[in-house]
């Protein structure tokens, strides 16, 4: 089982400041089928970014996303009001599927 | 467009069971597969299984030692999930969520929330 492992816990920021989220794996993820997803209290998971770097649809262009093997990271250029919430990211290219403990995006 | 439905929320005793259903619509039932995953209150995402609705296979996680049960019904485009011998630890949201094979997630039910107490 490829075990993932987010850091920080927590990130406390103001609007208008950049994001950085990591999310580090036990093992190599196969062709980097990581996934990231935002959550919102009382809403389910949205997907952000597949395949590492790729946006979902609808998904604005200040999230990015970047890496491959074991290291990996989620990047919110300027953060929105919106964007206040918890990241979780996920590996998909084994059995079990896997999430990362999240990291929590709260307002300074 | 794609729509995952779930059933309402359920209130078990522990030792009972609970069914929950999640009705597809807006794209080919078969043509993507479903997985399983679960909340519990203030915690992360845990992956508890997937079916292919296609033939009806199915894998869980081994941390649920064959609690879960996972089948569909293709008359109706829903799969169902049945968690057996419930213990206060499975109080949680469970989540539907479709995907292709080796691909993420993209579209979710909306939830149901499953309290486990006596």
């Known amino acids: 089982e490829i075990v993932l492992t987010q850091s920080p816990g927590t990130l406390s920021l103001s609007p208008g400041e950049r994001a950085t989220l990591s999310c580090r794996a036990s093992q190599s993820v196969s062709s980097s089928y990581l996934a990231w997803y935002q959550q919102k209290p009382g809403q389910a998971p949205r997907l952000l970014i597949y395949g590492a770097s790729s946006r979902a649809t609808g998904i604005p262009d200040r999230f990015s996303g970047s890496g491959s093997g074991t290291d990996f990271t989620l990047t919110i250029s300027r953060l929105e009001p919106e964007d206040f919430a918890v990241y979780y990211c996920?590996?998909?290219?084994?059995?079990?599927?896997?999430f990362g403990q999240g990291t929590k995006v709260e307002i300074k | 467009q794609v729509q995952l439905v779930q059933s309402g929320a359920e209130v078990k005793k522990p030792g009972a069971s609970v069914k929950v259903s999640c009705k597809a619509s807006?794209?080919?039932?078969?043509?993507?597969?479903m997985h399983w995953v679960r909340q519990a209150p203030g915690q992360g995402l845990e992956w508890m299984g997937i079916i292919n609705p296609s033939g009806g296979s199915t894998s869980s996680a081994q941390k649920l030692q064959g609690r879960a049960t996972m089948t569909r019904d293709t008359s109706t485009s829903t799969v169902y999930m049945e968690l057996s011998s419930l213990r206060s630890e499975d109080t949680a949201v469970y989540y539907c969520?479709?995907?292709?094979?080796?691909?993420?997630?993209?579209?979710w039910g909306q939830g149901t929330l499953v309290t486990v107490s006596s």
């Open positions: 996920q590996q998909y290219g084994s059995t079990p599927r896997t």
């Open positions: 807006g794209y080919t039932f078969t043509s993507h597969y």
């Open positions: 969520a479709r995907a292709l094979s080796s691909a993420p997630f993209d579209y």
